[in-house]
């Protein structure tokens, strides 16, 4: 699966879930006015390649995205050509900004199953049903989500159309996948298990029975996002 391909899966959720995505001088501006503390889909994104903003730097393309972002209590700008990223990120850290390179991962559908004995029963559930597994990974979280984050994730889960895949021990939640699919793609959007339950398969069980029953409904392709440098990546790998 090519990079153009893993951006227009982004943008295609971006359109599902956005009530404005307006042009501005360098790429599009994706709006959610209910949920405005959800940085995924509040941001600006720098689209094309890395001629259209050869002449700035972090400072300028931070100002340049400032009225359309200045009403939101985060900033979020996505260079999606890598390298002008890659130029850009130095600037951005100076700024004081947090600076990730994501990458997508891509899987073919149908594939071979994990191994390991992780003794979980798998189900598959409305997102909602993840509610308690969210509220404990939160407390994980770098990003500090206000309270009642959680109501907003199930708002923007029921937009695109998100299931999860929970494993249970002993009828205890252990962990959930959760997972959306459109089209001939699905993306794995959330993994978690709870620390007593790491190391012992159940993160890749859950994954993996996220892409079959994707499969299932008709995928032939599966995404998922991780930090380029994060443990998480090699866990998706």
Aim: glycine share 12%; with cysteine; proline share 4%.
């Amino acid at each position: 699966m090519s990079a153009e391909r893993a951006i227009a899966w982004r943008h295609g959720y971006h359109a599902a879930v956005c009530n404005r995505v307006e042009p501005w001088a360098h790429g599009t501006v994706v709006r959610a006015d209910d949920v405005p503390t959800y940085y995924e889909y509040n941001l600006a994104r720098v689209e094309g390649g890395r001629d259209r903003i050869s002449g700035l730097d972090a400072a300028a393309l931070a100002a340049a995205a400032e009225p359309a972002l200045a009403d939101l209590g985060h900033r979020r700008i996505e260079v999606e050509d890598t390298e002008a990223a890659a130029r850009l990120a130095p600037g951005f850290a100076a700024l004081g900004w947090v600076v990730e390179r994501l990458a997508f991962l891509h899987r073919e559908l149908r594939g071979p199953l994990p191994g390991g004995a992780h003794g979980a029963a798998l189900t598959v559930e409305p997102f909602e049903a993840t509610r308690g597994l969210r509220a404990a990974w939160q407390g994980e979280s770098i990003w500090g989500e206000e309270a009642g984050f959680g109501r907003v994730e199930e708002q923007v889960a029921a937009r695109r159309g998100t299931r999860a895949v929970i494993g249970a021990h002993e009828g205890v939640p252990s962990g959930f996948a959760a997972f959306s699919a459109h089209g001939d793609t699905t993306e794995v959007e959330l993994v978690f298990c709870r620390p007593e339950r790491r190391n012992g398969g159940l993160g890749g069980a859950l994954v993996c029975r996220a892409l079959e029953e994707a499969h299932a409904g008709g995928a032939r392709h599966a995404l998922i996002e991780a930090d380029d440098t994060g443990d998480a990546k090699r866990l998706y790998e």
